[in-house]
DNA sequence: TTTTGAAAGTGTATTTTTCACACGAAGTAT
DNA sequence: ATACTTCGTGTGAAAAATACACTTTCAAAA
């Protein structure tokens, strides 16, 4: 086996990418995800997928403006916390029997092998507005903890996701990325005990996550509970 | 702006993926990385470039597959260390001037868009062989802190995956990866300052190291030194 | 054989961080 | 007034992080 020859040019066949965005959001008791729900095929037999949110990135779009554009078709929101986390090339990813029917129905080339780029992002449920995208039926959210069987790798992305998610709550304290403006710390941690899946004691959690300096304590107290009102806190600017 | 209309499908031209490998190797005093340069082109008077060894990923293979291609041709190494750290995927990040003709001068459709998937890998300087892989003209090992100015986004490229190799020493401690089978603790010290670019206390580095049962003591000492021979160590298995 | 040079190897005291743990205060509803 | 619910807080113990200096071991040279 020499290597001295020359190499002919080699030709591929050319790939699409697409962006799956893994969209998570806190309803003050589950963590959630968005998933959509394939058209029903005029064939009314055929049993619909689901997925997560993606679409193939175009030709003259970065990776995040893909995302940036696949998050707002669904949602309406701008400005959402972003972020890329694996990418996903499996030659086969794309070629169970229903997922090529799916794809069928909306890609040119559904046949063709397809890289995706996996992002996660942190919505505020609060702001969410739903929005069918063109590129789906209706979007839902589901227990982060229950999520049904989903067309292509769509399972291993979303826990992989969970996976980073869990690593950058820890190191870089975005939590409130999930929470309404104004929050307290009571229900910033209920929301790390969740995403973590752990009890954290309360004490030692309120210790620590002020020592980050991440929050601005606000005057206002919470409202409209029938117990002791909370201080709200919000994220700390810059 | 509405968004009732049916989507057209739409065509985009197709990308080709491509795997760069940013490969680290340490030689007791820096950490390098191996670069290739582009082979001469007839006309001497174009200048050569230098780039990460990289290549684009065939028709059937999976990304790790493909990281794992490219630096077997390059090394002849098997079984060496791999990670993916980050996908790159800005439209014009080959488009440079020379960056174009470099590419004309081995790829098909050098026009073509293409997203990269960055691998980072650790070798042992000890066993590597170095060979020129046939898509490129020579590879040699350039100090990490003073990378040449290189084509393609790959300057940023090598800078990411310096930033996540450091998570990973720090979290995972895989500096063994780097070393030769034995090595001594201050072998592996230098290893860690050199990466974190910082100085590291002696006693503490080799009580947190040993804390952490990723080593195993050897009953061997090293040989041929002119002075105190240092314990041997090598990776714990498993 | 003694001396010299060079890195190996080792312990302790201080500070900081982590962890475990319980009760009075403040508000609402009846 | 009482009952109910969540809020908000401190301390002691254990573990981890940090700062810091001297003796030992070997080979080479004198």
């Given amino acids: 086996m020499t290597s001295k020859g020359i190499k002919p040019k ?126 789906a039926g209706n979007a839902y959210w589901v227990d982060v903890y229950n999520i049904p069987s989903l067309a292509f790798d769509h399972n291993e992305i979303v826990h992989k996701a969970l996976l980073m998610l869990r690593h950058e709550l820890m190191a870089d304290h975005i939590g409130f990325e999930l929470l309404p403006e104004k929050f307290t710390l009571s229900q910033l941690q209920k929301l790390y005990e969740i995403i973590l899946d752990k009890k954290l004691d309360k004490r030692n959690f309120r210790k620590n996550i002020l020592r980050t300096e991440t929050l601005t304590p606000l005057k206002e107290k919470q409202q409209g509970v029938l117990h002791k009102p909370a201080q709200l806190f919000k994220r700390k600017l810059k």
């Fill in 10 to 135: 080699i030709e591929t066949q050319g790939m699409d990418i697409s962006v799956d965005c893994v969209v998570f959001g806190f309803d003050n008791d589950q963590l959630k995800v968005l998933l959509i729900e394939q058209k029903q095929p005029i064939d009314t037999s055929i049993k619909t997928q689901k997925a997560v949110p993606g679409d193939l990135v175009m030709d003259n779009e970065s990776l995040d403006e893909a995302a940036a554009r696949i998050l707002k078709e669904l949602t309406s929101l701008k400005g959402i916390y972003l972020k890329q986390f694996f990418a996903f090339g499996d030659p086969n990813r794309v070629r169970g029997l229903k997922d090529q029917q799916w794809l069928r129905t909306f890609r040119v080339n559904p046949e063709r092998r397809v890289l995706t780029v996996g992002y996660y992002s942190l919505v505020k449920l609060s702001e969410f507005k739903p929005k069918a995208a063109n590129f």
